[in-house]
């Protein structure tokens, strides 16, 4: 016989939504954590297809891009994959073993073959990159070992060339004949492999990379420095205007993102060519002598001058953002209790804008690092920073791998300055607005 229902639990149940068993349940009967999480889960999988297209931008133009840029910066297969015979012969003989006859059949074989299949040019700029004036070395020979060469192999390669002799030469195709390596990051740094495999520098003259990468941070400090010198009476006064004179101003500040910047950076030139409106200013006032013109362009002078006034917007912006929040009744408040106007400042106002003063820092220090067309067009040779000699490699010497072991180098230091950035200041506290 079926248990009759208690009418008290029927209005207990219906006004609480809990069954016989103590179960919240929904109008409809369904329980209700069951419906909650189908609810979030429905939530969840809207939210992942609004972001899904923003999310395939960044993987598709940001992160595979960056991939294939570390990938490339250790792998480099133009010597392996075209001298597959002395390839072979190099890892099946230790490190300092002399070519014998079998080495320079390899070698002559693949000349060949490379000759042939005409990749020759791509063995010989693999083996330059290492030790430069081999390329025409590789070519030539290419072009004599066409129609194969008679044994002994090794007379036959030194008769061609007695360069083709050269401990030295077959270190470095040792090297090149592995399609993975790190020989490129240690270019990067000024180092490189001796014929015995050891790190060592390389000859002083061309120990270039570590002081650009020097020279690329220090510049960038001080751009970040003359920026927020500059923008922070600035930010101050946008933030104290009344509206309508703030806007103003504001547009003065925006204009420059309205004009290109090759335009401002051509603009530049003029300006402080010794020829050019700053010099001649400087001598109609009889500051300085029509013989004492000063060198402001295609030096670090330039580079600082012209990068600091494209670069200020993204100090003052963020400074700006954090001060207009900021209560006057505090320093007032201060200055009522005796605290003198400096003393009001740097305890009271100033704390207040470090989160935008980080921010503003940080956004103009990464964007000066990366520079590229101002140094290239105002810095000369002493304002260049790493990322030209980064374009160079890419677009004049087609050492893509060097450029991405420069550019990875490059990326991991902007890294280590963030994380430093955060465990001193804390991420969490930058604001942009």
Excluded: C
Excluded at 47 to 64: H, N
Excluded at 84 to 110: K, N, S, V
Excluded at 174 to 203: K, M, W
Aim: without cysteine; aromatic residues 10%; positive net charge.
């Amino acid at each position: 016989m079926a248990k009759a229902l208690d009418p008290h639990a029927a209005i207990v149940t219906e006004a609480t939504g809990l069954d016989a068993g103590g179960t919240l349940r929904t109008a409809d009967g369904q329980p209700l954590a069951r419906a909650l999480a189908r609810s979030s889960r429905r939530a969840r999988r809207r939210a992942f297809l609004l972001v899904l297209p923003l999310l395939l931008f960044i993987l598709v133009t940001f992160v595979f891009p960056i991939g294939q840029m570390l990938q490339r910066s250790v792998k480099n297969d133009g010597f392996s994959a075209n001298m597959p015979q002395l390839t072979a012969w190099f890892h099946d003989h230790p490190r300092g073993a002399e070519p014998d006859e079998a080495a320079w059949g390899a070698l002559a074989a693949d000349l060949q073959a490379a000759s042939k299949a005409r990749t020759i040019g791509v063995v010989g700029t693999r083996v330059n990159y290492d030790m430069p004036g081999t390329r025409s070395l590789f070519t030539s020979a290419g072009r004599k070992v066409r129609d194969g060469l008679e044994p002994p192999y090794r007379d036959a390669m030194l008769e061609i060339d007695k360069n083709w002799g050269d401990p030295r030469l077959w270190s470095v195709m040792r090297e090149a004949s592995s399609a993975y390596t790190a020989n490129f990051y240690l270019a990067a740094i000024d180092r490189t492999r001796d014929d015995n495999g050891n790190i060592v520098q390389v000859a002083e003259q061309q120990r270039i990379y570590l002081k650009l990468f020097m020279r690329t941070f220090w510049l960038s400090l001080v751009i970040t420095a003359t920026t927020f010198l500059l923008g922070f009476p600035i930010a101050h006064l946008l933030a104290t205007l009344p509206t309508r004179k703030s806007n103003l101003l504001m547009i003065l500040v925006l204009l420059p993102f309205w004009t290109s910047l090759l335009v401002r950076t051509t603009a530049w030139m003029v300006l402080l060519q010794q020829q050019g409106v700053v010099n001649d200013i400087l001598v109609g006032l009889r500051i300085i002598g029509e013989n004492q013109r000063l060198q402001m362009i295609y030096n670090q002078t330039g580079t600082i001058i012209a990068m600091t006034h494209i670069l200020l917007p993204f100090m003052i912006l963020p400074l700006y953002s954090v001060m207009r929040t900021i209560n006057p009744s505090y320093v007032r408040a201060a200055r009522s209790l005796g605290a003198t106007s400096w003393t009001a400042f740097r305890r009271i106002y100033f704390p207040q804008t470090l989160p935008g003063l980080g921010a503003g820092a940080l956004l103009v220090f990464i964007l000066a690092v990366g520079y590229y067309i101002t140094p290239a067009l105002v810095g000369g040779s002493s304002g260049q920073l790493i990322s030209n000699l980064i374009a160079m490699h890419m677009t004049q010497t087609l050492n893509w791998s060097m450029a991405a072991a420069l550019a990875a180098l490059l990326l991991g230091g902007v890294l280590i300055l963030y994380w430093v950035y955060d465990r001193l200041v804390g991420i969490d506290n930058l604001k942009l607005g």
